[in-house]
């Protein structure tokens, strides 16, 4: 496709499941990112992945959290026994590294978790 | 570490004056910086970036940023705001020189609002 593309755009889950959300990313773009949007609030980084590096995963804030990238291309970020407090939009973008990291990130629109 | 400041959480202007949004960064080499807007239920869409050249870059709808390495500073303006420039506006920066890589890191964002 022409963007990112996340699914799902909505996710209504019961605190303790675990939930998976999907990003496919441009086609040809080596960095994908995952950000947390809390409402009315910025973004938080939780895990970058470059190409075939090992991923960055500074920003996870906890071992609840995992993500993975499969042929580095799709990438899923898993929530396990999921919390109220995790309740917020997820936001995945993907950018070209290009020359020295010079070219700007797409985002898809984000999935919304709602966690009751 | 890399670091973006954005010290307001809103700037109301009225249709017709200048806005300007304002972002500081902290980084350790030379910096890349980004502009983004959130629209409301919206992702994130690139406004503009600065890498290298000239400090004053343009970007979408009329907007432009200068860069100012003295003051570390990359602030948003526009000569004449648009009650439809309202939305979230987030500034981003990149250092290669730092173990990240090619990590983004944003600020907290800046809502402005431009009334009749």
């Known amino acids: 496709g022409a963007g990112v593309s996340q699914s799902p755009s909505n996710k209504v889950t019961e605190k303790g499941k675990d939930v998976e959300l999907r990003c496919d990313p441009i086609s040809g773009h080596t960095a994908l990112y995952w950000y947390r949007q809390s409402l009315g609030q910025g973004l938080e980084f939780l895990i970058y992945f470059q190409g075939n590096s090992a991923p960055d995963k500074s920003g996870l804030p906890s071992d609840r959290f995992s993500a993975e990238r499969t042929g580095g291309s799709v990438s899923t970020l898993t929530i396990q026994r999921t919390q109220q407090e995790d309740s917020a939009v997820y936001l995945c973008?993907?950018?070209?590294?290009?020359?020295?990291?010079?070219?700007?990130?797409?985002f898809g629109q984000g999935t919304r978790l709602t966690v009751v | 570490a890399q670091s973006v400041a954005q010290p307001e959480d809103q700037v109301n202007v009225a249709e017709g004056n200048p806005l300007t949004v304002k972002c500081t960064y902290s980084v350790s080499g030379n910096p890349y910086l980004f502009w983004y807007v959130q629209y409301p239920n919206r992702g994130l869409q690139f406004l503009l970036k600065y890498i290298t050249g000239d400090n004053l870059v343009k970007g979408s709808y009329g907007f432009e940023a200068e860069f100012n390495k003295s003051q570390t500073s990359f602030h948003l303006k526009k000569p004449s705001a648009l009650v439809s420039d309202s939305a979230l506006y987030f500034c981003a920066v990149r250092d290669l020189l730092t173990g990240g890589g090619n990590k983004l890191t944003f600020g907290t964002g800046t809502q402005l609002k431009v009334e009749l």
């Open positions: 973008a993907s950018s070209f590294r290009g020359s020295q990291g010079r070219t700007e990130a797409f």
